[in-house]
């Protein structure tokens, strides 16, 4: 079955950086576009990141651009979210999403969960 299995959450102070990993299995990762999506306390889903298949092409929520960086090893079968400069706000379980083939998200971790406070 697919599995998506998130890793590197954890607390850290504003300014600091943290990188998440989300281990696939149970399907040909190279062949999907991958995102990770988060969500706050209290706040609906928010979309923050999207590499497309080949890891050539990326996108980034305005929130998130120049502060974060998601990469890819298909050899690996995983993505990768490097966040750097993190702000309170960027509080939230973060979860890795697997992309259908025609579009829309079919498969989500179970996420993995980021605290900056100080």
């Known amino acids: 079955e697919v599995q998506l299995v998130e890793s590197g959450g954890g607390m850290v102070q504003p300014g600091g950086s943290l990188r998440l990993s989300c281990a696939a299995s149970?399907?040909?990762?190279?062949?999907?576009?991958m995102s990770w999506v988060r969500q706050a306390p209290g706040k609906g889903p928010e979309w923050v990141s999207i590499?497309?298949?080949?890891?050539?092409?990326?996108d980034y929520a305005d929130s998130v651009k120049g502060r974060f960086t998601i990469s890819r090893d298909n050899a690996k079968a995983t993505v990768y979210l490097q966040m750097n400069s993190l702000k309170p706000e960027d509080t939230a379980l973060y979860y890795c999403?697997?992309?259908?083939?025609?579009?829309?998200?079919?498969?989500w971790g179970k996420g993995t969960l980021v605290t900056v406070s100080s």
């Open positions: 999403v697997r992309h259908h083939l025609i579009g829309g998200m079919d498969y």
């Open positions: 149970g399907f040909t990762f190279s062949s999907y576009d």
């Open positions: 590499i497309l298949t080949g890891g050539g092409v990326t």
